[in-house]
């Protein structure tokens, strides 16, 4: 169960994603409606447009810095409670759409990773496919402490998950769609299972399996599933693609993901959790850009002024001070909301916690003190760059070390070549990621508008797909 929040107003920076920001397509003054695209991609760049989830005027376009650091334009409008949308969201019917015309749409819609970085989903795709996967995973895990997005969006919605993942699995040619969940999540593991029942006629092509995971923290990163499925320790800027054949997506991603071709709705909302020590759980449907503080005023529980408000989870989440203008972006999956607790700090006493907790086995608190004396070259010998930043060391350090924070930084670059990656692919032959400009986006995004113009794509077998289209959900 989740509620539906309308928000006053919602300001939608223009990066919420990895690449570069798309440029606000509005002015101050003008009038916006439900789905309407007000940020797109500069030709030729890496980034994903940015959509309206409520209907009003545009009131401010400025530069905002978002709790992580990023500067960001960013467009406010004021929400008039009409709740107009555009015309062009409404269910497509009977399509057939080519792969890299699927994966067009998933791109024009401004889909992006909704459970980490904010990597634009058409551009995973179109690895994934360039890669031959046959392997296509679907992240249900989400191990996080109070999130429950991932978890609520597969209750309330299986058949959009299933049917997205699918769809994607088949866009990219894998020959396996497998849905990896925790086995203590029963009623999720149901719904799968009966939603693939009732979708697998439409997508014989396809097998279809659920691996059950152990229920704890951290999992579904996509070097854990890579041990774990594959038994593969992948080293630093090995993908899962080209090493395991395999591609990881996550399942809000793939709800928005046939949101956008059975129904032509861009990535404009999504689930968030608004829960933690000091609140209950909570699970919103809120328009993207919403402020949070609009989700705690309806998270009736929460009461104490000072507990801590958290971006994120409460392990990697970063504290905020100014609810009012910090909006839940595209991969806000959690608020946490969490008592102040003030750990002694002490100097390590070599308890070994941090070790013992470390998924990626790494001694943290040797790393962290190579890094505090500047020995950079000893802290990667020592394994510091496959710090995936999952917060447990911090977490557990009874001396309240925080070891996180300079290992992760440290560990980031990382994660530049994962992105790094996906460029270098781009260069490979892969055309339509900077086809992007204002006549392919928003609402002139029109089926008809992709042309079959990948050549390395649309040359791939099962090239076709014929998508099943329920009408079951509300717009
Ligand atoms: S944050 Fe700490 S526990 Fe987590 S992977 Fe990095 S070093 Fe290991
Ligand atoms: S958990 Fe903290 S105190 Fe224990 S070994 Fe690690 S850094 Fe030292």
Redesign the pocket.
Known sequence: MFERIYPSKIILPMKMHSGVPAVPSVKAGDYVRIGQCVGIPEKGTFSVPVHSGISGRVSEIKDIRLPNGILTPAVTIINDMKRTRLDSLRPRSGLKLSASEAIGIIRDAGICGMGGEGIPTAAKLKRARTEVVSDFLVNCLQSEPYSTSDLVAITEYPDYVVSGSSACARAVGASRCIFLISENRKQQRQALENSIKRIKDDFKDLEFEIKLFRERF?QGYYRLVARALYGKNLALGETLEKSCKAVLFNCSTMLACWEALSDNIPMMSRIVSVSGDASGGHNMLVPIGTPVSELLTNAQDIKNGSDRIVWGNCLTGIEITDPENTPVVKTTSVISVVRRAEVPRTPCIHCGL?SE????N?S?NT?FEMLNQGLKQKAAEEGAR?????????YVCPAGIN??TS??SF?GEGRIIEINSLLDNRGAGDKSIESYGAASVGEASLLEDYPDGDEKVSKRAADSITLPFEKDKEV
């Open positions: 951290p941090c907790c470390c998924p990626m790494l943290p790393i496959d710090c995936i930043a999952c917060g447990s060391c911090s070891l996180t290992i992760a560990a």
